[in-house]
């Protein structure tokens, strides 16, 4: 049976750096604030805000929200985001996506400061993320991928990693930062010849495809780490993951559960971007 990879014990040792943080900028007089725009009031929006709010509330963050009805113009969306550029008192922004088809989505990523970009949506921070220069924030979901496997001691240099899905959110970031760790990386998709042999060789499997169960015990093998990113609704409405977990963690080394991991790492990693993004701004 594999060990599970916890979030909680991830966000333990996250949490009590951002407390550390969080006590530094207030000593400065600078309340750490998180701007969070939203329009409309879709499910699956109002549970992360949920679960955002409460960390940065238990960790001493505040947070601010600009809510827009789904029907709002390109304008006056660009009008909020400039307002919150020019607000000094708000650090950094979680912008809910995707937006609603009548928006032009890039213009309105690209009217995002970098310095607050705090999601890692912007062209900036994702040149940060595959150039390796330090600029703007890694996508929050791909650090907290990392962040588990460095919490766990599981080493990157010189292993097979196989990344299932490329999305610009997770995928493809996620396998730069692997590859950022001399890790070999795969990155798998739709058009992926003979997957299950593929995703068997690697050593640490990265499963962000938006597939309920998907990664089943045809492509895993003996020795390997997953990482289920996935967060889906099963046919009897429950939580579940890419990877078909009973299947799996009996051949496995080591499986994160969904929900229980990347999740809550993902929501303890937007808020020390928050903080972090405070500190850079102050020069702290
Ligand atoms: P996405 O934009 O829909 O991308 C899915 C990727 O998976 C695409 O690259 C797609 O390939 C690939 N894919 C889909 N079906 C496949 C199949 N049958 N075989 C191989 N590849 C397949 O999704 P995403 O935004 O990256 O999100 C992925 C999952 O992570 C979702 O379940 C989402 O809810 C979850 N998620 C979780 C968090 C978190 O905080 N835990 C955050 C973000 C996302 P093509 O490119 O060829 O279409």
Do not use: W
């Amino acid at each position: 049976m594999a060990r599970q990879l916890l979030g909680k014990e991830v966000t333990a040792v996250l949490n009590t750096k951002i407390k550390e943080n969080v006590a530094l900028v207030k000593a400065k007089g600078i309340s750490p604030t998180l701007g969070i725009v939203r329009l409309g009031e879709k499910k699956n929006d109002l549970s992360y805000e949920r679960g955002a709010i409460k960390c940065c509330e238990a960790l001493g963050v505040a947070c601010e929200k600009y809510l827009l009805p789904v029907d709002v113009t390109q304008e006056k969306l660009l009008k909020v985001i400039h307002q919150i550029n020019h607000n000094d008192k708000i650090h950094g922004v979680l912008i809910f996506r995707p937006l609603p088809k009548h928006l032009d989505e890039a213009a309105v990523i690209h009217a995002l400061a970098l310095e607050k970009d705090v999601d890692g949506i912007t062209n900036g921070s994702l040149v940060g993320v595959f150039t390796g220069i330090k600029q703007g924030f890694a996508p929050c979901t791909s650090q907290a991928c990392m962040e588990i496997l460095d919490h766990y001691g599981i080493h990157c240099m010189g292993k097979k990693a196989v990344v299932v899905g490329r999305s610009l959110v997770v995928g493809k970031p996620v396998a730069m930062m692997l590859l950022e760790k001399n890790a070999t990386v795969t990155i798998c998709h739709t058009r992926t010849e003979h997957m299950p042999s593929v995703v068997k060789e690697a050593d640490i499997v990265i499963a962000a495809v938006g597939r309920a169960g998907l990664i089943d015990d045809r492509y895993v093998s003996p020795g390997q780490t997953v990482i289920d990113v996935g967060i889906n609704v099963n046919q009897k409405g429950k939580l579940c993951g890419d990877v078909a977990y009973e299947k799996v963690h009996s051949v496995v080394e080591a499986i994160t559960p969904v929900p229980g991991a990347v999740g809550i790492v993902t929501t303890s990693v937007l808020v020390s971007h928050v903080v972090e993004a405070a500190m850079r701004q102050y020069s702290i």
